[in-house]
Antibody
Framework: EAQLVESGGGLTQPGGSLRLSCAASGFFFDTYAMTWVRQAPGKGLELVAMISGSGDGTYYVESVKGRFTISRDNSMNTLNLEMDSLRVDDTAIYYC????????????????WGQGTLVTVSA | SYALTQPPSVSVAPGQTAKISCGGDNIGRKNVHWYQQRPGQAPVLVMFYDSDRPSGIPARFFGSNSGNTATLTISRVEAGDEADYFCQVWDNSGDHVVFGGGTKVTVL
């Protein structure tokens, strides 16, 4: 059974940095695109970044472009999100989610989700 | 960019039927997927490609999509169905994922 376990969340000040990781198991990791989806307190879901199965394609929501970097290590079945220049409005639970597709520019939905890791940006 | 509209809340008595709508321009031409998020938990896929149920999702969950509205119907509602439900599509014009704002289903 597929399993996704996030880590790396925490409290940081505005302008700070954090690195999130997601350990995947139970499926052929390099076959699927992976995403980070965040949920601000009491709010809905927002896809933040996506990376193709091979790692050669990425997508970022406009609000994080130039600040966040998504990457993956297919030899270690790990997904990462490097977050720099963090803002108060980046505060959210960040979920790692598995797409059913491999490439980026195709229709996606997400059949497995991790339990999430909380990122709090506050002075 | 493409937008999805969901009612903020739906209330239903146990044993009755809950209908959760997801509105969008010609959404009937898109594939709609639905996620259930119980309080304090991660989202779970409950419907994909409008009306396909993942394994483990009870047949009480039914999906439909036509015109400008997609609908997730939950029949014989149980207390455990109390959750937020989010619809999701792929926006071909922008090549990105779009989520609806979510609907909180309350079981009275």
């Amino acid at each position: 059974e597929a399993q996704l376990v996030e880590s790396g969340g925490g409290l940081t000040q505005p302008g700070g940095s954090l690195r999130l990781s997601c350990a995947a198991s139970g499926f052929f990791f390099d076959t699927y695109a992976m995403t980070w989806v965040r949920q601000a307190p009491g709010k809905g879901l927002e896809l933040v970044a996506m990376i193709s199965g091979s790692g050669d394609g990425t997508y970022y929501v406009e609000s994080v472009k130039g600040r966040f970097t998504i990457s993956r290590d297919n030899s270690m079945n790990t997904l990462n999100l490097e977050m720099d220049s963090l803002r108060v409005d980046d505060t959210a639970i960040y979920y790692c989610a598995k797409s059913v597709r491999q490439a980026i520019v195709v229709a996606h939905y997400f059949d497995q989700w991790g339990q999430g890791t909380l990122v709090t940006v506050s002075a | 960019s493409y937008a999805l509209t969901q009612p903020p809340s739906v209330s239903v008595a146990p044993g009755q039927t809950a209908k959760i709508s997801c509105g969008g321009d010609n959404i009937g031409r898109k594939n709609v997927h639905w996620y259930q998020q119980r309080p304090g938990q991660a989202p779970v896929l409950v419907m994909f490609y409008d009306s396909d149920r993942p394994s483990g999702i009870p047949a009480r969950f039914f999906g439909s999509n036509s015109g400008n509205t997609a609908t997730l119907t939950i029949s014989r509602v149980e207390a455990g169905d109390e959750a937020d439900y989010f619809c999701q599509v792929w926006d071909n014009s922008g090549d990105h994922v779009v989520f609806g704002g979510g609907t909180k289903v309350t079981v009275l």
